[in-house]
């Protein structure tokens, strides 16, 4: 356990910092030494757009949230079945690194709530714990006997995917087919209020410093807008 508490700690730093220190270094440095910037390709503009990419587009667009498809990344079919349900995934080809998608719009659900406030016969749950009890619940359908290692996202990563609140699940997984037999996941879920909600999970076999990097390299593929 102290040793996956180390892990996610250098993860949530990587994802955090580890672009920042890029751009300050390249201020710092002369131009012919400027680390290259990571670019992505914006999926729209994709002449090859898949109707699995343009149906989760839209489910983006309905949140109030951006796209962009990562450098070095292939889609593949999402899990979407009675066990699991994804809207979008990637992998990064020889690197045994995969991302699960899901993202849902709250407005309606906000509408809906916001109506029944002054009937306590009505009243809904507030959708914008939705984020939680939807991370929670994976987190612990992925983990089984395991229990998952989890953490408030700090403001700081928040600001940069324009999220109100955020949790963390570092998960070590059972060797399931559900999983495609990985050993181990970090789940990302982010909250915009009154909004929509984003849930990543990032698969691999190992845990090292390789792992925290595959995930940087996606990390600014999605956000909500401001």
Not at 11 to 30: D, N, R, T, Y
Not at 123 to 132: I, T
Not at 157 to 180: C, H, Q, V
Not at 201 to 216: A, D, H, L, M, T
């Amino acid at each position: 356990m102290k040793q996956f508490k180390q892990i996610l700690l250098t993860g949530i730093w990587m994802f955090a910092f580890v672009p920042a220190l890029f751009a300050q270094s390249g201020k710092e440095h002369k131009a012919s030494l400027k680390p290259r910037k990571v670019k992505f390709a914006s999926a729209p503009q994709n002449p090859a757009v898949s109707q699995q990419l343009k149906n989760f587009l839209q489910l983006v667009a309905d949140a109030n949230a951006t796209f962009s498809f990562p450098k070095g990344f292939k889609e593949i079919k999402a899990p979407n079945n009675e066990d699991v349900s994804f809207d979008y995934a990637l992998e990064m080809p020889g690197k045994d690194f995969e991302i699960w998608l899901q993202v849902r719009s709250q407005k309606e659900n906000w509408a809906a709530y916001e109506k029944t406030l002054n009937d306590k016969a009505k009243q809904q749950a507030n959708p914008d714990s939705l984020y939680y009890e939807i991370g929670k619940a994976q987190a612990l359908a992925f983990a089984g006997d395991n229990e998952p290692l989890e953490r408030v996202l700090p403001p700081s990563i928040m600001e940069r995917y324009n999220a109100d609140a955020g949790r963390s699940f570092m998960i070590n997984l059972p060797d399931e087919k559900i999983t495609k037999h990985y050993r181990y996941a970090l789940l990302i879920t982010l909250q915009k209020f009154h909004t929509g909600t984003i849930m990543a999970v990032c698969f691999s076999n190992q845990k090292g410093p390789e792992f925290f990097r595959n995930i940087v390299g996606a990390s600014n593929c999605i956000k909500f807008k401001p």
